[in-house]
């Protein structure tokens, strides 16, 4: 079946590490998507890809980077200079009609919950 | 700029009560996309509808109805004599031309029994 697979589920990172995010998806969908959530409010964007090689800062950037080397993944990492990182992080993915970049929806993974310790 | 605006934070009714959520957004776009979403405990988030900005007709689905209108800018949710099992977090979004997905603050449903 086709879908979007985050791993791990959850993550401990120590104060000062690097750590990075998985998010692979086998849809063939061309938009890719980072959103961070914390206890109590909505989904914030950190990062957003439309085609391979490139991508765009979404609201909440400084502190994270990403990568789209494939049209499948899209990881995130989660730096040393972000001071606040535990939450939880959502990938999303979507389709794109070419030109006219139609919004035909979103598909989400499962979440990654990070934790500093 | 696109904004998404759910007021309520948290909602308790008894099962079988009828619950309306609500959502009103701000766009520039005459062609925008919105979403409602359901997030069970698990995190994972549910696609309940989406809605774009030409189709303003109602939309039923079992217990769930939906009312959007253009001239108040809102699109809220009602759930129909609620269950124990329609207790989550609702999430209402706007996606603009552009595609990004803006989320309001969400509600909290809770259903007791």
């Known amino acids: 079946d086709g879908g979007i697979t985050q791993s791990p589920k959850y993550l401990f990172r120590k104060e000062g590490q690097n750590v990075t995010l998985s998010c692979e998806q086998n849809?063939?969908?061309?938009?890719m998507y980072w959103y961070r959530q914390d206890p109590g409010q909505g989904l914030r964007l950190i990062y957003y890809s439309q085609i391979v090689n490139d991508f765009q800062k979404g609201d909440i950037a400084e502190g994270y980077s990403v990568s789209r080397e494939k049209k499948e993944s899209f990881p995130l990492t989660v730096t040393s200079a972000q001071k606040n990182p535990t939450a939880f992080y959502l990938c999303?993915?979507?389709?794109?009609?070419?030109?006219?970049?139609?919004?035909?929806?979103?598909?989400f993974g499962s979440g990654t919950r990070l934790t500093v310790v | 700029a696109q904004k998404v605006t759910q007021a309520q934070t948290e909602i308790s009714v008894v099962e079988k009560e009828d619950v309306t959520l609500d959502c009103v957004y701000e766009t520039r776009d005459t062609t925008y996309y919105l979403f409602w979403y359901k997030q069970p405990p698990s995190g994972e988030l549910v696609f309940l509808i989406r809605r774009n900005s030409f189709d303003e007709q109602n939309e039923i689905s079992g217990r769930y109805s939906w009312n959007f209108q253009k001239s108040t800018s809102s699109f809220n949710f009602t759930i129909t004599a609620s269950q124990v099992v329609d207790s989550a977090v609702y999430f209402c979004?706007?996606?603009?031309?552009?595609?990004?997905?803006?989320f309001g603050a969400g509600t909290i449903l809770r259903v007791k029994s």
């Open positions: 849809l063939n969908h061309d938009a």
């Open positions: 999303a993915s979507m389709a794109l009609s070419g030109q006219t970049k139609r919004n035909y929806g979103y598909t």
């Open positions: 979004a706007l996606s603009e031309y552009g595609n990004k997905l803006v």
